[in-house]
């Protein structure tokens, strides 16, 4: 299976500490992408690295890949309570033109 | 701009009846993908249309189907309903289909019970 596997299934923490999540994959990638989903409702999108990137910054949100260890980590700076959510990664294999997800992460951040 | 539209929210129907599941994607995104979401398993890969025509299918029978109308909206059918398709079905669209950028909107989802 080239299903994407987050790390851990479940962190809880508090408002203004850092959360860091991992996802690891089995085959080559063009690119990989983090997704949040809140209480079961749709996904969004919230940030896209490609193979040939290392880091990656978008607001309080940090993505590394590291295409030798095929894994990638978000990391999520000052957390909110507003960003307790589901977090998956999704991974574009190179041949293939759908995404594959991982099963998430839940995040909880108590005020 | 309006983003991914999916009707109904909810749909209730009971083992052995057909479903059908409807999305709109976000306006010149020309394809749409179909995603299951039962507890506990994740997001599993049901269908990807683009230009009208059916591209990938995911691991799942036949009696899910689907079609892509010539405005990109599509239209997901379950036939003879099993209790194992309760689930969250989650439709997304993309503008750029090349492999390289694969960038999906989600809608906010159908959850659908099976009695």
């Known amino acids: 299976s080239q299903q994407g596997e987050e790390d851990p299934q479940a962190l809880s923490i508090q408002e203004g500490e850092n959360a860091t999540m991992n996802c690891s994959y089995k085959?080559?990638?063009?690119?990989l992408q983090w997704y949040r989903q809140n209480s079961g409702r749709g996904l969004v999108h919230l940030i896209l690295?490609?193979?040939?990137?290392r880091e990656k910054h978008s607001g309080r949100l940090r993505v590394t890949l590291d295409t030798s260890k095929k894994s990638s980590s978000l990391l999520i700076t000052a957390s909110r309570a507003a960003d307790t959510a589901s977090y998956f990664c999704?991974?574009?294999?190179?041949?293939?033109?759908?995404?594959?997800f991982g099963k998430g992460t839940m995040l909880l951040v108590s005020p | 701009e309006a983003g991914v539209t999916q009707s109904p929210t909810h749909l209730i129907k009971t083992r052995g009846q057909q479903a059908t599941l409807r999305c709109s994607p976000i306006?010149?995104?020309?394809?749409v993908y179909w995603y299951q979401q039962a507890l506990g398993l994740g997001l599993q890969f049901l269908l990807w249309?683009?230009?009208?025509?059916?591209?990938n299918r995911g691991n799942f029978p036949p009696r899910f189907s689907g079609r892509q109308f010539p405005n990109y909206s599509s239209e997901l059918n379950v036939n003879a309903l099993e209790l194992e398709d309760s689930a969250l079905y989650l439709c997304?669209?993309?503008?750029?289909?090349?492999?390289?950028?694969?960038?999906?909107?989600f809608g906010p989802g159908t959850r659908l019970t099976v009695l």
């Open positions: 997304a669209s993309s503008l750029v289909t090349s492999g390289l950028y694969n960038e999906q909107f």
């Open positions: 306006s010149g995104h020309t394809s």
């Open positions: 085959t080559s990638i063009n690119n």
């Open positions: 249309y683009d230009e009208g025509e059916e591209r």
């Open positions: 999704a991974t574009l294999h190179s041949g293939y033109s759908t995404l594959t």
């Open positions: 690295i490609r193979s040939n990137e």
